[in-house]
């Protein structure tokens, strides 16, 4: 017998995730993924910043300091977004950094593989979370109604097999 799917149209916050896919409303693991690639992304935002005001200060001058001072923000934007990744606002936050690393291209074109990276990273955590957090809903629904179902039967939940 094949196990179904949970359903989505929970009415409470309890249930499965509801919303669109990629600003989904964020759960446990769904969060902690997006914060983990949004921490990763922060220390190479950083050296990014730091290599756009190394090559402006050869070409532009002038610009050189502007350069590095953006590029901290969007590495400070980051960790904000991290800390804030168990919320919708945290998820849109991330979502932009993304797009901000992606415009940081114009100024080092390596931020273009930067991107590449961390937002299929990015797009991976809001997908498998969501299938995680799902999984886990489910598997807790059924321990717990099979559990109040049987109210003194010594069957365990379905689940994995114990390792002995």
Avoid at 99 to 105: E, H, K
Avoid at 122 to 139: E, F, P, S
Wanted: glycine letters at 12%; proline letters at 9%.
């Amino acid at each position: 017998m094949s196990p179904r799917r949970p359903s989505r149209a929970a009415g409470n916050g309890i249930g499965p995730l509801r919303g669109p896919m990629l600003l989904p409303e964020p759960r446990k693991v769904t969060g902690r993924l997006c914060a983990a690639v949004l921490g990763g992304q922060a220390p190479v935002v950083i050296l990014g910043a730091f290599a756009a005001r190394g090559l402006a200060g050869v070409t532009e001058p002038e610009r050189a300091a502007t350069y590095l001072w953006v590029g901290l923000g969007l590495g400070a934007a980051c960790i904000v977004a991290a800390a804030l990744t168990r919320t919708r606002l945290g998820i849109l936050l991330g979502w932009l950094v993304q797009l901000l690393t992606l415009a940081s291209a114009v100024a080092v074109p390596a931020m273009l593989i930067v991107t590449a990276i961390f937002g299929s990273l990015w797009v991976v955590a809001l997908v498998q979370g969501r299938r995680m957090d799902d999984l886990t809903h489910a598997y807790v629904t059924r321990a717990s109604a099979s559990s109040d179902g049987a109210a003194g039967s010594a069957d365990p939940p379905a689940g994995p097999p114990p390792r002995g």
